[in-house]
């Protein structure tokens, strides 16, 4: 079974931007879906995007479509979500995921989860 492992949060400004990573531990993300959930404080977790390993189909929610980008690097088996124009209600624990079949936006859908990484914005 595949272990995501996140990485890349960090403290940044306003209108700045990260770069997170997701990469596999145990095995290749080959068969997976590979998500983003976030979890701000005293919120529910909510998906922000997510890619088909195999075909690279991606899906990004209209909350942030046009400021984040997901995307894959098959020799380093990692997924990055590339956050740009940071806002501060981008603050919040983001978190990788996995799952075998297609892209479903529900965290209960997916098994396989990392210990996420804080994003903070500062306004």
């Known amino acids: 079974q595949v272990q995501p492992v996140e990485s890349g949060g960090g403290l940044v400004q306003a209108g700045g931007s990260l770069r997170l990573s997701c990469t596999a531990s145990?095995?290749?993300?080959?068969?997976?879906?590979i998500g983003w959930f976030r979890q701000a404080p005293g919120k529910e977790r909510e998906f922000v995007a997510a890619?088909?390993?195999?075909?690279?189909?991606?899906y990004v929610t209209d909350s942030v479509k046009g400021r984040f980008t997901i995307s894959r690097d098959n020799a380093k088996n990692t997924v990055y979500l590339q956050m740009n124009s940071l806002k501060s209600e981008d603050t919040a624990v983001y978190y990788c995921?996995?799952?075998?079949?297609?892209?479903?936006?529900?965290?209960?859908?997916?098994?396989?989860w990392g210990q996420g990484t804080q994003v903070t914005v500062s306004s």
């Open positions: 995921a996995a799952r075998t079949g297609t892209i479903l936006t529900r965290d209960r859908h997916y098994n396989y």
């Open positions: 890619l088909v390993w195999a075909g690279g189909i991606s």
């Open positions: 145990g095995r290749t993300f080959d068969g997976y879906t």
